[in-house]
Nanobody, 120 residues
Framework: VQLQASGGGLVQPGGSLRLSCAASGSIFAINHMGWYRQAPGKQRELVAIMPSAGSTNYAGSVKGRFTISRDTSKNTVTLQMDSLKPEDTAVYYC???????????????WGQGTQVTVSS
């Protein structure tokens, strides 16, 4: 299973960026898809995650500014980031909990990371 992320870049404070991630390979089901980020010198943290069933979870620092969405038919997840702040600067990682075959335990997969820099 591979997760291919795209859409990072440099943006001014108050601007917007859209991150996308597509999962490919042998996939029976995806339990959840979402995004984490890691800023220099800090631990990786949850940004937003969307399960196949249940409520979407956002980090408090991004609520009201970021929106996560999934297309379960295409195994993709998108993060729309608005009103970006310098403290949003980080490497963003796509994450998916994937069940590769029926009756198999789901396993976490990670994308390669995409840099988001918010600076004037």
């Amino acid at each position: 299973v591979q997760l291919q992320a795209s859409g990072g870049g440099l943006v001014q404070p108050g601007g917007s960026l859209r991150l996308s991630c597509a999962a490919s390979g042998s996939i029976f089901a995806i339990n959840h898809m979402g995004w984490y980020r890691q800023a220099p010198g800090k631990q990786r943290e949850l940004v937003a995650i969307m399960p196949s069933a249940g409520s979407t979870n956002y980090a408090g620092s991004v609520k009201g500014r970021f929106t996560i969405s999934r297309d379960t038919s295409k195994n993709t997840v998108t993060l729309q980031m608005d009103s970006l702040k310098p403290e949003d600067t980080a490497v963003y990682y796509c994450n998916a909990l994937v069940q590769r075959y029926m009756f198999r335990t789901p396993v976490d997969y990670w994308g390669q990371g995409t840099q988001v820099t918010v600076s004037s």
